[in-house]
């Protein structure tokens, strides 16, 4: 089983609307929880951590539910510039950091 | 300007052949890392070091070496024993205070292509 499980999509929606992403993480040890946005041929980029009472960054709300291990992403009014794949990362043991494959999104107009 | 800085942008190597990636960050960070990232697969975690001098292998360590001689260099070579080289090389650094928030940040990345 892999440490950190996303479904891959794609996710394509349109613009305005709200979409979510899910998450599962394996082990019940983990610490830490972001995601991070990457563009294509880009380097990924942090987009929030994920706190245990759940935290909002203007369109974007991340959740995590230490009882079933996921993590949520929901992003609201969705824009073009939004279209990118997202990855969950998740750490233990405070060195190493495991990334899941990631979900692409493509809003369209 | 702060950040994390790889060179090159893009690598061609013919097989057979060692090549060094360059990673350097101007960040005061204390732990890099290098992963390689293939399509359709998560970032992996070949070599990680949280002091100058030490470094510990990930899980793709086999046919690639590192060096921490100062806290703001981290190169990556990739040797002739590393099967599949082709691949999108990304190396990161984070701040180690015990904080849960410190996470990674990444460099742009080196595309290396065995020819």
């Known amino acids: 089983r892999k440490e950190v499980e996303q479904d891959p999509g794609p996710f394509n929606v349109p613009e305005g609307a709200t979409v979510a992403f899910n998450c599962t993480y394996s082990?019940?040890?983990?610490?830490?929880f972001f995601w991070y946005r990457q563009d294509c041929r880009k380097e990924p980029k942090l987009l929030m951590s994920v706190y245990s009472s759940g935290n909002e960054d203007g369109r974007f709300t991340a959740q995590l539910n230490r009882a079933s291990q996921y993590i949520s992403l929901l992003i609201r009014d969705s824009k073009l510039s939004d279209s990118a794949t997202y990855l969950c990362?998740?750490?233990?043991?405070?060195?190493?950091?495991?990334f899941g494959t990631g979900t692409s999104l493509t809003v369209i107009p | 300007d702060g950040g994390i800085t790889q060179s090159p942008k893009y690598l061609f190597r013919k097989e057979g052949q060692n090549v060094t990636l360059s990673c350097e960050q101007n960040?005061?960070?204390?732990?890099m890392y290098w992963y390689r990232q293939d399509p359709g697969q998560g970032l992996r975690l070949i070599y990680y070091s949280q002091i100058v001098n030490d470094f510990q292998k990930g899980d793709i360590a086999e046919g690639y070496s590192v060096s921490r001689e100062k806290k703001e260099s981290f190169p990556l070579t990739v040797t002739s024993a590393q099967k599949n080289p082709t691949a999108f090389y990304l190396c990161?650094?984070?701040?180690?205070?015990?904080?849960?928030?410190?996470?990674?940040?990444f460099g742009p990345g080196t595309r290396l292509t065995v020819l």
């Open positions: 960040l005061n960070h204390d732990a």
């Open positions: 990161a650094s984070r701040t180690i205070s015990g904080l849960s928030t410190d996470t990674q940040y």
């Open positions: 990362v998740v750490n233990w043991f405070g060195n190493q950091f495991y």
């Open positions: 082990n019940s040890a983990s610490q830490s």
